[in-house]
């Protein structure tokens, strides 16, 4: 059974660095192939993917967010980190981790975890 | 950037079929797979298509997805609607420089 989870602050304040962790059970990401990404949705907005680290310690990020981001991994521990700096109002959401390709070349997220929610706040 | 649109809202009642658009701007959608996410209120998105028009497994054969090259869109078709499909859904495809790209959600409301 795959299960993942997302832990992180529930509030951060304009400017300061968040700092989110995936802790995921059921696979691995030394599985070629595999990738675990984060996606995020604004309240009431849609969904908005964010990074991936796969398991050869590739990365890719979003465009537009990429300057302050970075995506890690902790293999042995099943974990993926995601920090952002210079968070602002508009990072607010709640964020999902999910893994991708668990079945070779399926290039979607299955399944997800429940979220947590961050808002960005003075 | 590519962007794949859908529709807002839909509404249909019980019993009744139907259908959600997917429509990108630009390339070949054809040339790439759709994935589509069911999302209850207060839940995280579950896989209910993948690549098009495959059902994973506990997806009842209600849900059905298609591609079509001409109109460069896909679609999610529920039948048999019950009051149990009112979420939002969301279709997603990939796309070599954005990436993982996500459409704007429906909201699919059975009255």
């Known amino acids: 059974q795959i299960t993942l989870r997302e832990s992180g602050p529930a509030l951060v304040k304009p400017t300061q660095t968040l700092t989110l962790t995936c802790t995921f059970s059921g696979f691995s990401l030394a599985t070629t192939g595999v990738g675990v990404g984060w996606i995020r949705q604004p309240p009431g907005k849609a969904l908005e993917w964010v990074a991936l680290i796969y398991w050869d310690n590739g990365k890719r990020y979003r465009p537009s967010l990429e300057s302050r981001l970075t995506i890690t991994k902790d293999t042995s521990n099943n974990e993926v980190v995601l920090t952002m700096t210079n968070v602002n109002p508009a990072d607010t959401g709640t964020y999902y981790c999910a893994p991708l390709g668990l079945i070779l070349s399926h290039n979607y997220f299955d399944p997800w975890g429940p979220g947590t929610l961050v808002t960005v706040s003075s | ?111």
């Open chain 2, 1 to 111: 950037n590519f962007l794949l649109t859908q529709p807002h809202s839909v509404s249909a009642s019980p019993g009744e079929t139907v259908t959600i658009s997917c429509t990108a701007n630009s390339g070949n959608i054809a040339s790439t797979y759709v994935q589509w996410y069911q999302q209850r209120p207060g839940s995280a998105p579950t896989l209910v298509i993948f690549e098009d028009d495959q059902r994973p497994s506990g997806v009842p054969v209600r849900f059905s997805g298609s591609s079509d090259s001409s109109s460069n869109s896909a679609s999610l078709t529920i039948s048999g609607l019950k009051t149990e499909d009112e979420a939002d859904y969301y279709c997603q495809s990939f796309h070599d420089t954005d990436r993982w790209v996500f459409g704007g959600g429906t909201r699919l409301t059975v009255l």
